[in-house]
């Protein structure tokens, strides 16, 4: 049961593992400190294989990104710019910038051309479908089926092309099952946890009844649980699918259905996985119940770490309700958490990599840097698959394509579809990466330096 969550202390999960001699410990160090200078992500030429029109697009769309008047009004300025140029204007303007920049396409041609082109680069797709809801957002059963046949076409293009290599698609809950009902089974299973088996036998067509949920909504549940087992059923041995985290007032509840599908799904291999949001500061007591409650249960466990994204509206509403504020008071306080339960996930997978995997997702370098020691420190394979890497498609290239070029698993987050259906999905991202986005100076200025390098290779040859 959910409520027999364990939090055991580390070395009560695993022993630490040891280098076995001096000497091993002696090339450890020595490969670390190669290491050290290969991953210092400061070489321009890792654009090298980026087009002129790609380093342009790239410096002008984060120039743009780096004023945040222009970050935190764009969906206005978005709305006003679609009024005034009309539909047809609108997607001319956006798709040669903003679109082409974060977006992979349109089609499954598109699509594909873009995910070829990065397979060439040593990259692999993590294609996300821009769906979600909010509170308040709800569409209806209809909607919601729709939202499924959506995810299905995602497993399929994911699995079916020449650029799928060991693919991985991102999932949001909430555009499968009402924000509302999460909400209410938050608020139910704080108080009366419940069993996985119980979700897990309405998965599987039972016309369970659910402690607290009158008809209507147990019925919407059951209704929730067998898409999400169809979305399974079709990934399984094919993609890997991980659940992505939303808000704290829901949360719980996605996190309840996620472990149900991975104690169904996960039992010889990490096809579902689920998101550990580490600005929370009861992050790493949420992942020793995760792996606590996977041995227990018997499941294979797969983790998607991020630091989060949800920072100023989780304060505002803690504030609003008179509620502890549930995030960490500094970005220190973060990055420790972060690197704490990066270090715990990189002991655990040391000595079982076939039961945990990993996906350190995060533009952080610093982080990057400390599991690619870890590593090497506890003998982790850079392409065994136990551990890879994650940023977001258009974003932090000099880190993604460098970790590539070493041998790294890397992957690059990847939504897809038209401009109106991306355009709520850009906003909403670039609204709670604000700060990421901001903050993207030093890949500008790699960008200018190959832009320059290039320039002076012209003139010479045209000299």
Not at 45 to 58: C, D, I, N, T
Not at 143 to 157: G, P, Q
Not at 297 to 325: I, N, P, S, T
Not at 381 to 404: K, P, W
Request: glycine fraction near 6%; include cysteine; aromatic fraction near 6%.
């Amino acid at each position: 049961m959910l409520c027999s969550y364990l939090r055991p202390s580390l070395p009560h999960i695993l022993p630490l593992r040891l280098l076995s001699s001096a000497a091993s410990r002696v090339a450890a160090v020595k490969q670390h400190e190669l290491l050290s200078d290969t991953l210092a992500f400061e070489d321009p030429r890792a654009f090298k294989v980026k087009s002129l029109g790609e380093l342009l697009r790239a410096l002008g769309v984060f120039r743009l990104c780096s004023f945040p008047a222009l970050v935190n009004n764009c969906g206005k300025l978005m709305s006003v710019a679609r009024t005034l140029l009309g539909k047809r204007g609108f997607s001319l303007l956006l798709r040669p910038t903003v679109y082409a920049q974060f977006v992979a396409g349109e089609n499954e041609a598109e699509i594909s051309q873009s995910m070829q082109k990065m397979s060439l680069q040593g990259m692999r797709p993590m294609l996300a479908v821009p769906i979600e809801e909010d509170l308040g957002e709800s569409t209806g059963e209809k909607r919601y089926d729709d939202n499924m046949d959506t995810m299905l076409e995602c497993v399929r293009m994911s699995h079916s092309n020449a650029w799928s290599k060991d693919p991985m698609m991102q999932l949001k809950i909430t555009a499968l099952l009402s924000p509302e009902l999460c909400v209410k089974l938050t608020n139910i299973i704080r108080q009366q946890p419940y069993d996985l088996n119980l979700l897990i036998r309405s998965m599987d067509g039972e016309p369970i009844s659910f402690p607290g949920l009158d008809e209507k909504e147990a019925a919407h549940l059951r209704s929730g649980l067998l898409r999400l087992n169809k979305i399974a059923e079709a990934s399984v041995n094919k993609v890997r699918v991980l659940v992505d985290a939303e808000y704290t007032y829901m949360n719980p509840a996605l996190s309840l259905v996620a472990m149900a599908m991975m104690k169904k799904f996960n039992k010889d291999g990490t096809w579902i996985w689920n998101t550990y949001q580490c600005y929370l500061k009861d992050s790493r007591s949420l992942l020793l119940d995760a792996l606590s409650l996977s041995k227990n249960e018997g499941f294979c466990l797969g983790v998607k770490l991020v630091r989060g994204a949800y920072m100023d509206k989780e304060r505002k509403l803690a504030m609003k309700e008179g509620h502890q504020d549930p995030i960490h008071q500094s970005w220190e306080d973060t990055n420790d958490s972060y690197n704490g339960c990066l270090d715990l996930m990189l002991d655990v997978i040391s000595q079982e990599p076939e039961r945990y995997r990993i996906i350190v997702a995060t533009h952080n370098e610093e982080s990057v840097r400390r599991a690619v020691k870890r590593m090497e420190e506890l003998g982790i394979e850079r392409d065994g698959g136990s551990v890879c890497f994650g940023q977001l498609l258009g974003m932090c290239d000099h880190v993604s394509l460098t970790l590539a070029k070493e041998g790294y698993l890397v992957y690059k987050s990847v939504p897809y579809g038209s401009v109106d259906e991306t355009l709520p999905y850009l906003v909403r991202r670039a609204q709670e990466n604000h700060t990421v986005l901001q903050g993207i100076r030093k890949e500008r200025d790699l960008l200018r330096k190959e832009l320059n390098r290039r320039l002076r290779l012209s003139l010479r040859g045209g000299s």
